[in-house]
């Protein structure tokens, strides 16, 4: 047995040798590049605790975060034909559902559910911008039509997150079709005397911000988001002029009367909470006794479904 190859050389490596960090535990800030712990990024609601940036958030994230004890329950949406126009470009129209399913373990771009904020009553729906770039196809166009008659079967608000850069090009002129129908859809909830509060994240661009998402009661929206339907650079070449400075930013459209509010991340729950309560003509929520999502006692009706979601 050689001692010093054995024993000595080991001991000596594994003192000065590097250890093996995961990559997964830092997060760099795409707009300061500040190095961000995962853990407190996840607190922050994935808000850069330097430069108050707000990063992509998806759904279920989002969910977590804003229903009373992060209980909610899916909304089931109608199925749609998988390539509808036999689409191929680089990569067949199926592989790339398959990739981006893979990715991000959602069935498509948009994510609807039910549950209670603040013991508030209500049927959400968010896009995934990972999915394809929350790209809007006909299961997003189901998926808001089958909110809608929810929220009114239930008589209760619908709060919708946007995020996407427009319409499914792979779905051609039935992702399109999609912007009357969702028209359709919001005019059922106002018939119904139903609040349609919109909130618009980064981005919201395209055919999503000429249909859906600028049709709510109430716009808010997070901070520096970008919103609106041409880029800024196809505006300028229109109409040969120079756009000012943050020029389809959520506060500039604030300015100039397109929002009603501009809001942050960790105060959205409460904004929504008393927005809903009081186009709903509920009593104002008493101070101190909101549940927290991590913290709220759930309904047992929320709970058995929640359940059988996860059982199946």
Known sequence: MNWISNYVRPTINSLFSRREVPENLWTKCPECGTMLFHRELAEAHNVCS??????????RERFNAL?????????AVPEVTADPLGFKDQKKYPD????????TGERDAMLVVEGEIGR?????????FSFMGGSMGMYVGNAIIAGAERAIELKRPFVLFSAAGGARMQEGILSLMQMPRTTVAVEMLKEANLPYIVVLTHPTTGGVTASYAMLGDVQIAEPNALIGFAGARVIE???????????????YLLDHGMLDRVTHRKDMRDELITICRMLMGLPAPVAGDLPKPEAAPTTPALEDASKEATQE
């Not at 508030?120 to 995934?128: E, F, M, N, Y």
């Open 50 to 59: 330097s430069c108050d940036h707000h990063m992509a958030f998806t759904p």
């Open 67 to 75: 229903f009373d004890g992060g209980v909610y329950v899916e909304v």
């Open 96 to 103: 790339r559902m398959k990739a981006a399913q893979k990715k």
């Open 120 to 128: 508030t009553p209500i049927v959400a729906a968010a896009q995934d």
């Open 237 to 251: 070449q229109t109409i040969r002029e120079k756009l000012p400075e943050g020029f389809q930013r959520s506060e």
